[in-house]
């Protein structure tokens, strides 16, 4: 399915690069393919651009917002990004119960780096606006890391995440 | 050649109804086409997601930033949209020249908003960190507002913000 995305999306870069066939002498660098929100973390799902907007929506929404930090040159962002983008059970439940927000770069919340900045990390936010430090992953000196192993833990996490709001709010 | 783009988007809508063509009991949702950092504002352009990271690269980059507010759904922002995705001298000046953001949420930063919250607005920031409110468009009751037909005030806009990075800094 993903696949058949891709292939379109080739079809449309190889059309564009075709029918406006510029002068080749005008052209100073290769044409870019245009950055997504997603960053590959999962193509369909409507990603927040901002913490700001972020937290707007999981307030005005009620539903939790899920934070991912990473770098699209760190491999363990890159491994963890893969097996995310191919889970479906963690694809749907994102789509359908969480804000989601991906960024490559630190807010000024220093609530959003309980343990230190570090990628890839992974916190959630109640909609009451709680950084939900208590939802860790697996390691003692970096508990909102992930392991792309990890990935069955995530996506408990994240219905610990959802719990939270339906019982305590 | 609009025949000729119609057309072509017309095969693409083809191929992606039936190239991917899933059990329709099985989907709810209809695919959606990944969000852009550019939203339409120049795909070749290398946008910053967020105003901290905007500022970041302002400062170490030593380049001005240029901050756009719009919205999907304004029709102000849409017209505007277009021509500056369309004119190559804003265009090739933004991606040389400029740090870029465009935002459909407001950030925190009440600097970024002399005059109020409207869009479109577009607000020019120093890589000293100060917003350049000096650097206004044609309309008093909203200083920070361009029309289409504004493009070339615009343009010349960002040429101020240049000079005053080269001659002040």
Request: hydrophobic content about 40%; glycine content about 4%; charged content about 25%.
């Amino acid at each position: 399915m993903l696949k058949g995305l891709l292939s379109v999306l080739l079809v449309l870069v190889a059309l564009s690069s075709t029918m406006g066939k510029p002068d080749k002498a005008a052209v100073k660098k290769e044409k870019r393919v245009p950055q997504t929100l997603s960053r590959g973390w999962g193509d369909q799902l409507i990603w927040a651009q901002t913490y700001e907007e972020a937290l707007f929506w999981a307030r005005s929404k009620n539903k939790p917002l899920m934070v991912i930090f990473h770098l699209e040159d760190c491999p363990h962002s890159q491994s963890l990004k893969k097996v995310f983008a191919e889970d479906q059970d963690i694809q749907k439940l994102a789509d359908e119960e969480f804000v989601i927000l991906n960024l490559v770069y630190e807010t000024t919340d220093k609530h959003l780096s309980p343990d230190g900045q570090y990628v890839p990390r992974i916190l959630f936010v109640d909609p009451s606006m709680t950084v939900r430090a208590d939802i860790t992953g697996r390691y003692a000196n970096r508990m909102y890391a992930y392991e792309p192993s990890d990935i069955k833990l995530l996506l408990s996490n994240m219905q610990r995440a959802m719990k939270f709001l339906k019982t305590e709010l």
